[in-house]
């Protein structure tokens, strides 16, 4: 998820506020959006529609370099 969308999403979760630059029609969207996600330990999910319980963790864009790498480093350990 973009940076900005996330920040957005959960300001609007955990205080009931939007940014100051949104028009309306934006907030309107964002609060439509948030009828799909919760927070949960200061992190952002979405709700699986198809399995409830399931949770799923909302990533930053800009964190999924940085896990895939992580991810990779733990598989290469594991091969050898």
């Not at 969308?5 to 979760?13: A, D, I, M, P, S």
């Not at 009828?35 to 999910?45: C, K, M, R």
């Not at 709700?47 to 990779?72: C, D, F, P, T």
């Amino acid at each position: 998820m973009e940076f900005e969308t996330y920040h957005q999403l959960f300001r609007y979760l955990t205080q009931l506020t939007y940014p100051p630059n949104l028009t309306s029609s934006q907030q309107l969207a964002i609060q439509k959006q948030a009828q799909h996600y919760f927070i949960q330990n200061q992190q952002l999910y979405r709700r699986n529609r198809k399995q409830s319980a399931q949770l799923l963790l909302i990533v930053k864009s800009k964190e999924v370099e940085r896990i895939l790498h992580n991810i990779y480093n733990e598989i290469f350990r594991m091969t050898f």
